[in-house]
């Protein structure tokens, strides 16, 4: 799998860094660091940067690209470098369709509820407009065998994050869970002067039940025959919080889900469980369509 690994030298694309040390597969990934050096960059936090001398910001970007690819490299990854000049998430996209690259990585420093909502970042854009899958790390905790939850929906989203899982991940390091979610019936509730709420009415039919465990277990089929031991459960509740739920586990190293749409054009408020799970988990991998 061909991977981009962007990285600002700044805490979080840091710990994106780890991540990949610890969960990818060095026989099967190839991989490219690129820094940008920002040079007419529109976002926010590259403001201060653009202070510094093109020459000092270039010099920057190269050293840290330079130090990624020799940490990789110490891990046993095939690894090259690009040092690039302008604004990130432009250069960034350019190179995932220059590349043809499966999969990016990178870190995503802002986790605040303001900070989440102000979607100029470089992470944000290259998340909504990448033509394919994208890991966002805000943090990697590290040590012990990582646990990898893949969300299983039925749909074919839901496949392609197993697919993305299985070419990225080492199956001798990594143990993979397939979680199919249950939403029960809900009605909305709202007093005269309250805010409108919901609450759970009735239970699950059992082909309800049936279906979402089939789904789960047809994926765990598929990593089973990569290799990895893997195990399909389903859980009730609301599905974004369900997984954030799961995310919050300490040997949790990412939640991987499929996308429900992308494009440069698309809203930036997004209410799909994606979307949700990207903005608060430690690491997530959003799946989309490789490029062909």
């Known amino acids: 799998m061909k991977i981009i690994y962007a990285t600002d030298g700044f805490p979080a694309s840091v710990a994106a860094g780890r991540l990949i040390a610890e969960v990818g597969d060095p026989d099967r990934v190839e991989i490219t660091v690129v820094s940008v050096a920002p040079h007419g960059s529109r976002h926010l936090e590259h403001i201060p940067l653009q202070l510094d001398p093109i020459e000092a910001r270039r010099q920057q970007s190269l050293e ?9 490299e110490s891990d046993g990854f095939k690894v090259k470098g690009e040092s690039l000049e302008g604004d990130p998430s432009d250069e960034i996209l350019g190179l995932i369709e220059a590349q043809g690259c499966g999969l990016t990585v990178l870190g995503s420093g802002s986790r605040s509820w ?21 890991l966002v790390v805000h943090s990697y905790q590290g040590g012990g065998a990582p646990r990898i939850v893949i969300g299983a929906d039925g749909s074919d989203g839901a496949e392609l994050a ?117 903005r608060l988990a430690r690491a997530t991998l959003v799946a989309r369509r490789t490029l062909s």
Not at 64 to 72: F, H, K, Q, S
Not at 117 to 132: E, F, I, N, Y
Not at 186 to 197: F, G
């Open 64 to 72: 840290i690209a330079e130090a990624a690819v020799r940490t990789l």
């Open 114 to 134: 303001l900070g989440n909502l102000l979607l100029g970042s470089v992470s944000t854009a290259v998340l909504h407009a990448s033509p394919s899958s994208v």
């Open 162 to 278: 197993t697919r993305n899982v299985i070419d990225f991940a080492d199956p001798e390091r990594c143990q993979v869970e397939v979680l199919s979610i249950i939403r029960p019936p809900e009605k909305s509730l709202q007093a005269d002067d309250e805010l409108p709420t919901s609450e759970v009415t009735g239970r699950v039919d059992d082909q309800t039940t049936t279906e979402a465990r089939s789904g789960a277990e047809q994926l765990q089929v598929l990593l089973h025959d990569a290799g990895f031991h893997a195990r399909a459960r389903t859980a009730l509740g609301h599905p974004s919080e369900q997984m954030l739920h799961e995310a919050q586990a300490e040997d949790v190293a990412l939640i991987a889900l499929g996308a429900t749409g992308r494009g440069r054009a698309r809203p930036p408020l997004m209410g799909s469980v994606s979307d949700q799970v990207v």
